[in-house]
């Protein structure tokens, strides 16, 4: 069943058999004297327990390890499953459905104990996986920004703390960019707040499409939005800045409204150590001057290191 679920979705050639199997058991068994067969269509039908059990295990192993605690012990139950019904189809085959072999090892009390098994072991691992999905989907909401898909502004300064002090201790550099969405207010005085929310998804379709896996971008509040960009001198910092304004200049939104124009401030560290709200204060002080400036530009401010040594 669980195969099924998985095929049916990615509309895989291994759904017609999973279809074709109940089908094919019943035409079978029709035509197997079922009045007075008690075991009409059998062979099929073990055939296709166990092809389906097969195949529901094997969908269950390629999953990636991490994907879950508790879905490889639902595999090799799966897989169980698989073996006892090749046996039984094998036996059946060989042996009859009334022969000693069949009675004794593959026959319906073995069946039902060893069935009874493993739906105790799928109905706690199935619990268990939506549990897992429930926590992952709360975590997602903890560290995810709903109106744009970026991270909050709690999860980018936890993640963006982290990666200072990996950069420091590699003594590596990073660039942070503060960014600010001009006259955005007006955009939603007049337009309404409709506008201005896909005035800020397409800045952070903009960004997304613009950084590096390794960057980290996040709504730092309101209209305004942060990126940390590891090994990325200032210069380049505000290369990636342009690259974003022209996108969101391109993009095509389907509101009346104009998208704004953005400022950037853009602060650079030095060798070591860096505490991350200093960082944010530098670009902060030159996101100001980019907003007295007359908007619609970057503008980098001193390194930490020249500002602690002025």
Known sequence: MWAGARS???????????????????????LDHPATNDWSGG????????????????????????????????????GLL?????????????????????VAYFGSVVT?????????????????LSNEQLTRD?????????????LNRTAFMDLAENELRRLGNARTTASLVL????HFKAVNDQYGH????????????????????????????GEEFVLLLPGVSPERAGEMAATISRRLQEAQPNVEARLPTVSYGIASTGPGRVDLQALIAS???????????????????ASLREEQTA
């Open 112 to 128: 039902t104990l060893l069935t009874s098994m493993v739906l105790v072991l799928a109905s706690f691992t199935m619990a268990e």
């Open 194 to 221: 409709a506008a201005g929310d896909v005035a800020l998804q397409a800045f952070a379709a903009a960004c997304t499409a613009s950084v590096r896996s390794t960057d980290l971008v996040g709504r730092y509040g």
């Open 82 to 102: 698989t073996v006892f019904y090749v046996g039984r189809l094998a036996a059946f085959v060989v042996d009859g459905p009334h022969g000693p072999v069949f």
């Open 179 to 182: 960014a600010d969405l001009d």
């Open 43 to 78: 062979p099929v039908l073990l055939a296709m327990m166990a092809l389906m059990l097969g195949l529901s295990s094997r969908e269950l192993f390629l999953l990636e390890v991490d994907y879950s605690r508790v879905h490889r012990p639902l595999a090799y139950g799966s």
């Open 283 to 301: 670009a902060d002080a030159a996101l100001y001057r980019a907003k007295t400036l007359g908007r619609d530009r970057s503008v980098l401010a």
């Open 8 to 30: 049916l979705r990615s509309g895989s050639p291994r759904l017609w058999f999973l279809l074709a199997g109940p089908v094919a058991t019943g035409v079978v068994s029709v």
């Open 138 to 150: 709360l975590r997602a909401r903890a560290t995810v920004d709903g109106l744009t898909g970026l």
